[in-house]
């Protein structure tokens, strides 16, 4: 079974940066589709960027343009660097992996990191 373990979460003002980090164990990483879903008190877990074996992506409309997702399958690592913040990113941000085919939200999870955007 993947084991993930994320990185990176704090507290940040408003238009501030961050960059969450995920290690992967296991020889799938290669093959696997990463991405980072967030869920806000009160809110569903939601998508907000995945990144497939080839490196193709998408993004949650909410971070287009200011969240970039990127993998190094040499590392096992995926990351999210998070531009221009906004107190509505503040939520648990959560590393996933799925094998090719799987359904969207399937998969291994990390426990979460904390972010906060905030004055």
């Known amino acids: 079974q993947v084991q993930l373990v994320e990185s990176g979460g704090g507290l940040v003002q408003p238009g501030g940066s961050l960059r969450l980090s995920c290690a992967a164990s296991g020889s799938i990483f290669s093959i696997n589709t990463m991405g980072w879903y967030r869920q806000a008190p009160g809110k569903q877990r939601e998508l907000v960027a995945h990144i497939r074996p080839g490196g193709s992506t998408i993004y949650a409309d909410s971070v287009k343009g200011r969240f970039t997702i990127s993998r190094d399958n040499a590392k096992n690592t995926v990351s999210l660097q998070m531009n221009s913040l906004k107190p509505e990113d503040t939520a648990v941000y959560y590393c996933?992996?799925?094998?090719?085919?799987?359904?969207?939200?399937?998969?291994?999870w990390g426990q979460g990191t904390q972010v906060t955007v905030s004055s």
């Open positions: 996933n992996t799925r094998p090719a085919g799987w359904p969207e939200g399937s998969g291994s």
